[in-house]
């Protein structure tokens, strides 16, 4: 009889997480150094050399992220987009890859503006359309890599769908988890060959921690990931491993919060007459709801609406007091921030037109704080509309 596999729960608390053997510590040790006593020429303790090729810190974090990710392993990295220049270094001169149009703006900021120079080569494409999605697909495509939900417009992409399409093709798929962390949603399940996260958000928890992680589906991507830590060096810290490794502990419990107030707030929102539009895949009026409801387990805390203008924005944002206006999501506090103006700035005018991004555009993680709290803010800041 097969041994079932512990709960969410207690994968996040115990895998990677167990006690230090010497001393009985419960939370992992820090282990800040750069290197490691060897008894003899080629006989390193218990593997260790240097910690740019491996730390026990940072070891205990790929344990938990693969097991919660249901990947066979994981390799973490200095931030999240340092992950995706990690995995787009296994390629090479003339590889290609399908993008999801509407992703973080960092992404094609990387693409287009550095790894193009280098002899990639990309399609953005709304992965939401799984006819387009296969039509962009070449000969020497490697990868779709596909967010899902996007940032900010919160729309998704069918993963299982896609995976079908892709594997017929021989190309892998990687995607973005961040917005709902493997609490909510599990790619490899779907049919994901590797996945990406930013740690610093919803894994982390606390905006405290910068990180990336990709989630490894077979040895040799695995392999490969291990050797651009080694040859690269961008490497996540001992104590940016620990830091995440203590965020995981209550990602659940946090997750649960952080849906159920969204739902709140999403609900609110969509009342407001001063809002053109709300953008959360919870609501009945989101376009892809009921694939939300089949993917997913949650629909999450970050939500997007429509102010009418940049003014607008303006005016609702200089009055927040609870929420906190600025860069990042997944943190316990409720964070807020405009899309035009930061996490889309890189992309120009022009490119947010074209993907739909407005500068009325207002996005907010919901955070922990008592939803009341979060509701009366977010009212007498619309009220300034």
Same mark, same amino acid.
């Given at each position: ?6 709960? =969410? ?23 800040? *150094? ?6 003899? @020429?080629?006989? %390193?303790? @218990? ?34 987009? #340092? ?39 990309? *399609? ?41 399409? +892709? ?16 609490? =909510? ?28 992680? @990709? ?18 060096? #961008? ?14 502990? *209550? ?27 709300? =953008? ?24 997007? =609406? ?13 009055r927040v007091r609870v929420c906190t206006l600025g860069e990042? @999501?997944?943190?316990?506090? *409720?964070?807020?921030?405009? %899309? ?40 007498? +800041?619309?009220?300034?509309?």
């Open positions: 009889m097969k041994k079932k596999s512990a709960g =969410f729960s207690t994968r996040c608390i115990h895998v990677g997480q167990e006690p230090e053997k010497l001393t009985g510590s419960v939370g992992v040790p820090i282990y800040a *150094t750069s290197t490691y006593a060897q008894d003899e @020429l080629g006989k %390193p303790r @218990l593997g260790y050399e240097y910690s740019r090729v491996s730390n026990p810190t940072r070891d205990r974090l790929e344990r938990n992220l693969a097991s919660l990710e249901g990947g066979i392993d994981s390799k973490v990295f200095a931030s999240g987009m #340092a992950a995706v220049s990690a995995m787009c270094s296994l390629l090479k001169r003339g590889d290609h890859i399908v993008c999801s149009s509407n992703v973080y703006g960092g992404v094609p900021r990387l693409f287009n503006q550095v790894l193009v120079n280098f002899g990639l080569e990309f *399609t953005y494409v709304d992965t939401s359309n799984l006819k387009a999605t296969e039509r962009a697909i070449r000969k020497n495509t490697r990868y779709v890599y596909v967010e899902t939900p996007t940032n900010p417009l919160m729309t998704l992409s069918d993963i299982a769908a896609i995976s079908k399409i +892709a594997h017929k093709k021989n190309v892998e798929v990687v995607v973005d988890n961040t917005f709902m962390s493997p609490y =909510f949603q599990k790619p490899i399940e779907l049919g994901a060959d590797m996945v990406l996260h930013s740690t610093t958000k919803f894994l982390n928890g606390h905006s405290d921690g910068l990180g990336g992680v @990709l989630v490894c589906t077979t040895k040799e991507q695995a392999e490969k990931l291990a050797f651009i830590q080694k040859s690269v060096g #961008a490497i996540m810290s001992p104590f940016e491993s620990w830091l995440i490794l203590r965020g995981v502990k *209550t990602l659940a419990l946090r997750m649960k919060q952080h849906d159920e107030s969204g739902r709140i707030v999403a609900d609110f929102l969509s009342k407001q007459k001063k809002l053109k539009k709300v =953008f959360y895949p919870g609501l009945p009026s989101h376009p892809q709801h009921e694939l939300a409801k089949q993917q997913m387990t949650g629909f999450g805390a970050l939500i997007t =609406f429509e102010t009418g203008s940049l003014e607008n924005a303006k005016k609702m944002l200089k990042s @999501l997944g943190g316990v506090e *409720t964070l807020i921030s405009h %899309p035009a103006t930061m996490t889309h700035a890189a992309l120009g005018e022009k490119g947010r037109a074209a993907i739909g991004i407005t500068d009325g555009l207002v996005r907010i993680s919901v955070g922990v704080e008592d939803v009341e709290d979060i509701i009366a803010d977010l009212e007498q +800041a619309i009220s300034a509309i």
